[in-house]
């Protein structure tokens, strides 16, 4: 079977949502008043069902008495793995986009589910924007995009599209997720999530644990103000029983050619501004030094005395993936939705994650 990259995120849904979900609610012709309907978690068990003929199927069954939906679509996932960050702007969507790439080159069939309700950033990553979804009797299917010779089943969003829901519309689209989209069989769903500890998360542990989920990675940066937030998603994983599969220490320190910085001379004064010597600077090296031009530079970008993520997992007992730095190269891949392991240049970042992935699924034995 050719390998694939399955991927999912908010705004696909907004048409259907707003129609599936609201206020709508599914009732028994018999049923007391003021029931919360057969697909309510409180189906059975609110104050409102108490002498309903209906209570005791509802509460001992799941919704219309059918199984499990949410099971049955994950029957056929065999790894399910969570994207975490304490912090925002980490690059977690970026390590979870690649994340995918990656396992897709590996023949892998990946799901990619973002459930980032506010600000999903896949769409952009995978290059899918204004792609649209449609239904068949399967459930919601997804569209097709070729990533090398990789068929990728995608479902994309209207674009620039808005959500401005509070929690319950947010765990309704997360359910409407897992139970009404045909994700087939998949080695491996990633789900990228929104920063912290939320309304999104406990509703993606509470939906899936019972399907098994195999982990979370937690991606960080190198500094203190980051790892504040990383050491409450540890404490969070372990809170709700799952388990870390390690922590990745992403843009840790800046990779560039040499060639590809901008040279400046500091100005005598503040009042000045600094001179560029870039050209002085390179004609120099090319003369003198050509083999330089070669090089790629590495050096930090933020304040690493503390440690890092490395120290980080020893004091709090879980697993350190590695560091993947800052690439130029990685952020125009990105930006241009495609994988950086298609970009020669990227060789830094790649040979970075490739050792990361490795150990994941050494470690975890998910192969």
């Known amino acids: 079977m050719m390998s694939s990259i399955t991927a999912v995120y908010p705004h696909q849904f907004l048409p259907p949502i707003q129609m599936e979900i609201g206020d709508h609610k599914e009732v028994p012709d018999d049923a007391s008043e003021h ?94 924007e204004g792609q649209t979804i449609h239904q068949s009797n399967l459930g919601w299917s997804p569209v097709y995009v070729l990533h090398r010779s990789h068929v990728s089943r995608v479902l994309a969003p209207p674009p620039d599209a808005d959500v401005t829901w509070r929690g319950p519309r947010k765990n309704g689209l997360i359910k409407q997720f897992l139970k009404e989209v045909y994700w087939g069989e ?57 388990r870390v599969l390690g922590v990745v220490e992403n843009m840790s320190g800046l990779s560039q050619p040499v060639s590809d910085f901008k040279y400046l001379k500091r100005a005598k004064t503040r009042r000045e501004e600094p001179e560029d010597v870039t050209e002085r600077v390179l004609a120099v090296l090319r003369e003198k030094a050509p083999e330089l031009l070669g090089l790629v530079a590495l050096t930090e970008v933020f304040d690493s005395t503390g440690g890092g993520a490395a120290k980080m997992c020893v004091e709090k007992g879980v697993p350190f993936l590695g ?45």
Not at 198 to 219: C, M, R, Y
Not at 332 to 341: I, L, P, V, W
Not at 353 to 367: H, P, R
Request: aromatic share 4%; net charge negative.
């Open 35 to 128: 029931c919360p309907g057969t697909q309510s978690e409180d189906a059975g068990k609110s104050d409102a069902c108490a002498g309903c003929p209906n209570q005791e199927a509802c509460a001992s069954a799941p919704p219309n008495g059918h199984p499990d939906p949410i099971a049955e679509r994950m029957a056929t996932v065999k790894h399910k793995i969570l994207i975490l960050s304490g912090k925002g702007g980490v690059g977690k969507s970026t390590f979870a986009a690649q994340l995918s790439f990656a396992l897709a080159d590996m023949d892998y069939q990946v799901g990619l589910l973002d459930i980032d309700i506010c600000g999903p950033s896949i769409p952009k990553m995978l290059g899918l």
């Open 323 to 367: 560091k993947v730095p800052l690439d130029l190269q990685l952020c125009k891949a990105a930006e241009e939705g495609k994988s950086y392991f298609d970009r020669d240049e990227c060789w830094i970042s790649a040979s970075a994650l490739s050792a990361i992935i490795n150990k994941l699924l050494k470690d975890n034995v998910m192969a």
């Open 186 to 242: 998949l080695d491996f769903l990633v789900v990228d999530t929104p920063p912290g500890t939320s309304d999104e998360h406990i509703s993606i542990v509470q939906f899936l644990k019972e399907t098994g989920i195999d982990g979370a990675i937690i991606v960080t940066t190198p500094q203190q103000v980051s790892l504040i937030d990383v050491r409450k998603e540890v404490s969070f994983c372990k809170r709700v029983g799952i």
